[in-house]
């Protein structure tokens, strides 16, 4: 069983910036991807970016230039640095791996940008 485990999220200003961290229990090296996904009230649950084991990134128009995927095989830690923060980025922030074809997910946490 795959355990994925949020932090980082929290309350920011317009322009800030915060990192997320996902520990996941066991190796990263056996992932076929990891990823973000956000979903904000009222809206559908969306991708954000999505990094496969084959090293090809994918990610939303919307937070191009301003998010950065990367991870951490040593810590087993999947990262997503968030930039240029904006309100539109308001959203709950859900970790992804897939592994051996089964998808897990993390509990989620929040971000907000508010002045």
């Known amino acids: 069983q795959v355990q994925l485990v949020e932090s980082g999220g929290g309350l920011v200003q317009p322009g800030g910036s915060l990192r997320l961290s996902c520990k996941v229990s066991?190796?990263?090296?056996?992932?076929?991807?990891m990823g973000w996904y956000r979903q904000a009230p009222r809206k559908q649950r969306e991708l954000v970016a999505l990094?496969?084991?084959?090293?090809?990134?994918t990610s939303a128009d919307s937070v191009k230039g301003r998010f950065t995927i990367s991870r951490d095989n040593a810590k087993n830690t999947v990262y997503l640095e968030m930039n240029s923060l904006k309100p539109e980025d308001t959203a709950v922030y859900y970790c992804?791996?897939?592994?051996?074809?089964?998808?897990?997910w993390g509990q989620g946490t929040q971000v907000t940008v508010s002045s």
């Open positions: 990094r496969t084991s084959g090293g090809s990134t």
């Open positions: 066991g190796s990263l090296l056996s992932t076929s991807a």
């Open positions: 992804y791996v897939r592994k051996y074809g089964v998808e897990y």
